[in-house]
């Protein structure tokens, strides 16, 4: 599943969410601190892990 990570506004704290694709356009998830709804989604990078063939 996709990690996202956040910026909470009213406790200003950052952190980072594991969410499926599903809940993420949902738009449902809070701050696990205080709960609150005023996130800001945070650029990140990323990488992908494929499997080689020998």
Do not use: E, G, N, V
């Given at each position: 599943m996709p990690t996202y990570e956040f910026y909470c506004e009213k406790c200003k704290k950052a952190y980072e969410l594991v969410l499926t694709v599903a809940e993420y356009d949902k738009k449902k998830y809070r701050c696990p601190k205080c709960k609150s709804?005023?996130?800001?989604?945070?650029?990140?990078?990323?990488t992908a892990i494929t499997s080689s063939k020998s």
């Open positions: 709804t005023k996130l800001t989604q945070q650029i990140t990078a990323f």
